[in-house]
């Protein structure tokens, strides 16, 4: 961890003691980190900074916290339009120094290029050449993001209809309570009902059934009508037919007669 890296070089750099060191901790410390020092502090009382290096690891170096750290990690991605380049950064060196104290730093900065992604890795992989500080990194990064505008995402228009205005939650609301209040108002003049116009009144569509209904019946009462008459008429034709052959043959026997009576007595000669 950096932070016991750090403090074990006072020693060796600055000649501090072991007691001044234990001395200033709790200035080191900040919020969670500052009232745990103070709980194990009044339990165990003074102690050397190696008693505190191994508390310092048994609480953040355990698998729960290597866990919360690489997960952190592993979902953390540079956004120009939300991230400052110095801040992320140096966040994500000190998390792989955390996780991985003996990776060196061109692997820690590979890693890390990767989180850029697209065409903001490839600018930064052209703009400087290893081995580079974390400082050129950081740099680089700056650079490429203040004058350019790549890895920055863009919103997409609606290309159908570019002048049309954008229709807030608050008007959409407005305008459906306005065609509720309308359509409640609205009268149809076939049955005289509200709520609806004649073209979609339920009753007329009824009436129409009935009527198309009775028109139907009556179309069949007209033809049973037609064939009975139909009928009549020809059993009437023909019986006038068998009367006229009737009288024919009745006209025809008279005349008969008549040629008959005509002739002289004693047959023809």
């Given amino acids: 961890m950096s932070f016991i890296k750090?403090?074990?070089?006072?020693?060796?750099?600055?000649?501090i003691p072991d007691e001044l060191i234990t001395a200033i901790l709790h200035s080191l410390f900040e919020k969670s980190a500052?009232?745990?020092y103070y709980g194990i502090r009044q339990?165990?009382?003074?102690?050397?900074w190696s008693w505190w290096k191994q508390e310092i690891i048994t609480k953040w170096a355990n698998d729960a916290w290597r866990y919360k750290i690489e997960n952190a990690f592993e979902s953390?991605?540079?956004?120009?339009k939300k991230d400052k380049p110095l801040t992320w950064l140096l966040k994500e060196v000190e998390r792989l120094n955390a996780l991985y104290p003996d990776m060196s730093q061109k692997m820690v900065h590979m890693k890390i290029l990767k989180k850029c992604g697209g065409e903001l890795e490839h600018a930064l992989r052209i703009s400087f050449?290893?081995?580079?500080s974390t400082e050129e990194y950081i740099n680089s990064l700056e650079d490429i993001v203040t004058r350019t505008k790549i890895g920055r995402t863009w919103k997409k228009l609606d290309i159908k209809s570019p002048?049309?205005?954008l229709i807030t939650r608050k008007i959409k609301r407005r305008f459906q309570a306005q065609y509720t209040n309308n359509n409640e108002q609205r009268k149809c003049h076939k049955c005289g009902g509200i709520g609806h116009l004649a073209n979609n009144c339920l009753k007329k569509a009824k009436i129409d059934e009935i009527v198309e209904t009775e028109n139907h019946n009556d179309k069949?009462?007209?033809?049973?009508?037609?064939?009975e008459t139909e009928?009549?008429?020809?059993f009437e034709s023909d019986e006038i037919n068998i009367i006229n052959a009737q009288i024919n043959n009745i006209d025809m026997i008279y005349e008969l007669l008549d040629v008959n009576s005509n002739l002289p007595p004693g047959g023809t000669s």
């Fill in 220 to 227: 069949e009462e007209e033809s049973d009508s037609e064939k």
């Fill in 163 to 165: 002048n049309k205005p």
């Fill in 76 to 80: 953390s991605f540079f956004e120009p």
């Fill in 231 to 234: 009928e009549s008429e020809t």
């Fill in 43 to 48: 339990t165990n009382g003074k102690n050397t």
């Fill in 6 to 15: 750090t403090i074990n070089t006072l020693p060796e750099d600055y000649s």
């Fill in 34 to 36: 500052k009232r745990w």
């Fill in 129 to 132: 050449k290893e081995p580079c």
